[in-house]
């Protein structure tokens, strides 16, 4: 009997801790996702005449699947950068156009999605269309990756221009043809918006806002996009016509992680 007394005191020893065990694991997985301070709103709910096209919840993009971290296709900004956007779309409507966002707040785990990605030197999937004249080696050294972006800091956004009465951008269909970046607008992936030289996430110095190849009609959009985001205080980044931070930003030094979903920003 004490033997057998012994035995079960073990068993029930192992299962007390099996339980333990099984608590902690169903603690930790449902541990809840990091939410949005109160300075972050939904881009929408400020301004719901915005076009956005959320190019990282799809495979349409220099990685060629969903980037980490993007649950949602809604644009999460600072209230000062969304309530600066609106005072721009004003601006444009008034004149036959729209803003349309690519990509507002980017969680680090995003980032650290394409760092991995550019690591991989085997994976060229999308290499045709987003960086046919970059060497992946030179991802970093050239700019084009680095392990912390602006996006994190939830006062950068990357937007071009649509006419009113431009149609839908058609899904992407994974593995179709890819055509450079770069190419005359008509040949091209069929984005919506005006022609600004490249298309978006465009890796190649031709992207260079004020690049001086970029002539006519399509400077003269890019200046448009430049002259009226600066106006409402964002700073456009030279290297890229698609890119703008609004300045002076309340999270200057401040990189978060928090999903790209509805429910990360307080009352959406």
């Keep these: 009997m004490t033997r057998l007394a012994s035995v079960l005191r073990a068993l029930a020893t192992a299962a007390v801790a099996l339980l333990a065990v099984t608590a902690a694991s169903s603690a930790a997985q449902a541990k809840p996702e990091p939410k949005a301070p109160g300075e972050f709103v939904s881009l929408r709910s400020v301004d719901s005449t915005i076009t956005q096209e959320m190019r990282y919840t799809t495979a349409h993009n220099f990685v060629g699947v969903p980037v980490d971290g993007y649950r949602q296709p809604v644009c999460i900004l600072t209230k000062p950068a969304a309530n600066a956007l609106h005072k721009a779309q004003t601006k444009l409507l008034r004149r036959g156009y729209s803003l349309k966002v690519y990509d507002c707040y980017r969680p680090q785990r995003a980032v650290d999605h394409f760092v991995r990605w550019a690591k991989d030197l085997d994976d060229e999937a999308m290499k045709a269309e987003f960086y046919p004249h970059v060497d992946k080696t030179r991802l970093f ?82 200046q448009l996009l430049k002259g009226l985001l600066s106006e409402v205080g964002f700073v456009n980044l030279a290297e890229e016509w698609w890119h703008f931070t609004y300045k002076p930003e309340p999270f200057p030094d401040t990189y978060f992680d928090f999903p790209v979903a509805r429910r990360s920003v307080a009352g959406h």
């Design 141 to 222: 050294a050239d700019g084009y990756i680095a392990e912390k972006s602006g996006h994190s800091r939830g006062s950068t956004v990357d937007l071009t221009i649509v006419k009113l009465s431009a149609k839908a951008t058609r899904p992407y269909v994974p593995g179709e043809q890819l055509v450079p970046c770069y190419a005359p607008k008509a040949e091209r992936f069929p984005d919506n918006s005006v022609d600004m030289g490249t298309g978006y996430d465009c890796f190649d110095t031709l992207s260079h806002t004020d690049d001086p190849r970029i002539q006519g009609t399509q400077r003269a959009n890019r």
